[in-house]
């Protein structure tokens, strides 16, 4: 299994615009949450999808951010418009259900907004 | 409120010698806990899981404890080499009526020089 997928590893973008980050959970789980990651607030949870439905979006920052699910192998994370406060490695995390066994990160998506 | 504080916040040795990562966390109902690694540019990898009943877990030169009753955790690395440097992160998991959360600390960051 080559682990979850994201996409794009970097991207660099002018205040205002939309970005789509991507993300391909490992084949067989039904378990996908959405991170972000700076210096001064390390991993923050952003949202939690179970069987492609969202469970838990109170980490959601504000209405710029959305996420969808629209199968079991992809999920997209949306910020319109983007603000530079926004930069942050964006990382995508897979595990099967209820007991997180097999917990996996992606490498992320660093997004530098300018 | 559910918390994981990690010490210290950051860490030098020598290559070859040892460390200790402490962990205290304030996380109920207590699941399980986890060590991450986490290498600059990369997604965190797991190290160790363990669960309530479990007091050490080791993998190759690293070795986590856990004292549930202290709530307090662990990880001790041996004979340390200079790809041990990474930032290590402290994971608790919260059993909710949803599945299980993840509760973060901040990580210690581990520099092993020559």
């Known amino acids: 299994d080559a682990g979850v997928i994201q996409s794009p590893r970097h991207e660099v973008t002018e205040m205002g615009q939309e970005v789509t980050l991507r993300c391909k959970p490992i084949?067989?789980?039904?378990?996908l949450f959405w991170y972000r990651q700076t210096m001064m607030r390390g991993l923050e949870l952003l949202i939690y999808f179970n069987n492609n439905v969202p469970i838990d979006d109170s980490g959601m920052p504000e209405d710029r951010f959305s996420a969808k699910m629209p199968n079991a192998s992809f999920s997209t994370l949306k910020i319109q418009p983007s603000e530079p406060r926004d930069s942050a490695v964006y990382f995508c995390?897979?595990?099967?259900?209820?007991?997180?066994?097999?917990?996996?990160f992606g490498s992320g998506t660093r997004l530098t907004v300018v | 409120k559910n918390q994981v504080e990690q010490s210290p916040q950051s860490l030098i040795i020598l290559e070859g010698k040892n460390c200790t990562l402490q962990?205290?966390?304030?996380?109920?109902?207590?699941?399980?806990l986890r060590w991450y690694k986490q290498d600059t540019g990369r997604g965190p990898v797991s190290l160790t899981i363990m669960t309530f009943s479990e007091n050490t877990k080791s993998n190759g030169r690293y070795t986590a404890t856990l004292d549930a009753d202290t709530k307090q955790s662990s990880l001790h690395i041996t004979a340390s080499q200079l790809s041990d440097s990474a930032s290590y992160i402290c994971v608790v998991s919260a059993r909710m009526e949803y599945g299980n959360k993840l509760v973060f600390g901040a990580g210690t960051i581990l520099r092993v020089k020559s």
């Open positions: 084949s067989g789980h039904n378990s």
């Open positions: 962990c205290n966390y304030t996380v109920s109902p207590f699941s399980n």
């Open positions: 995390a897979s595990s099967f259900a209820v007991t997180n066994y097999g917990y996996t």
